[in-house]
């Protein structure tokens, strides 16, 4: 079974398109995340949520919007792609507190024409 | 603030040869550090953690780590590389006083088994 899923697997499209990536978890988290992984495999994180509500926002363009319509669930959705946004894009989910191991999805690999 | 530095952007070694990937940390609160394994084309996967507990930690696929804080380091080890250790090494330090976990990743290291 698979513990952190995401969909699409690859994106492309061209740039000021609109697209959103989809994550869901059934390991009963209650913490999600978004991360970036550039060309150069540098990961950095986007976004987190606890339970729903948004507790890590990093230095994201606001065309980036995550939602998490419920704690299993955090999509997101990106507005007027760049050539930039290429690059692997990883959902993982947690229990919350520091200790907790983090569980990555596969990722999804953005490629902005 | 957390940080990471790994040394070595990339690591080379023959098949059954010692592994040392090394890592050093920086961290304003008593810190939880991670090694995470990535190969080729895939997610990432926890190969061990350290959380205050014993300082010596064995992972999977006979990988160890060893927290030092006097060298502010936690080094990954292995005693003998199979062509299959090959792939990009994440060292990872989180910590925080909110409760609420952020990774903060090294820039990773890539490993190559030569046979």
């Known amino acids: 079974d698979t513990a952190v899923s995401q969909t699409p697997k690859y994106l492309v499209t061209q740039m000021g398109n609109d697209k959103s990536i989809k994550c869901e978890q059934n390991l009963g988290h209650d913490t999600m995340y978004w991360y970036k992984q550039d060309s150069k495999k540098f990961l950095k994180i986007m976004f987190s949520?606890?339970?729903?509500?948004?507790?890590i926002n990093e230095t994201v363009p606001n065309r980036f919007s995550p939602k998490s319509p419920d704690k299993a669930h955090l999509n997101l959705h990106i507005n007027s792609l760049e050539l930039g946004d290429s690059a692997v894009y990883f959902c993982a989910s947690s229990f919350p507190t520091s200790y907790n191991e983090q569980f990555f999805g596969p990722g999804t690999r953005l490629t902005v024409l | 603030a957390q940080s990471v530095t790994q040394l070595d952007s990339h690591v080379s070694v023959s098949e059954g040869t010692p592994v040392l990937l090394r890592c050093n940390y920086s961290s304003s609160y008593s810190p939880s550090l991670f090694w995470y394994v990535q190969h080729p084309n895939k997610g990432l996967q926890l190969l061990l953690k350290?959380?205050?507990?014993?300082?010596l930690v064995k992972g999977i696929n006979g990988f160890e780590a060893e927290f030092k804080k006097s060298e502010t380091s936690f080094h990954l080890t292995k005693p003998s590389a199979h062509m299959s250790d090959a792939a990009e090494y994440f060292c990872v330090v989180t910590g925080s006083n909110t409760g609420f976990q952020k990774l903060v990743f090294g820039t990773g290291t890539r490993l190559l088994v030569s046979p």
């Open positions: 350290y959380t205050s507990a014993a300082t």
């Open positions: 949520y606890n339970n729903k509500e948004l507790i």
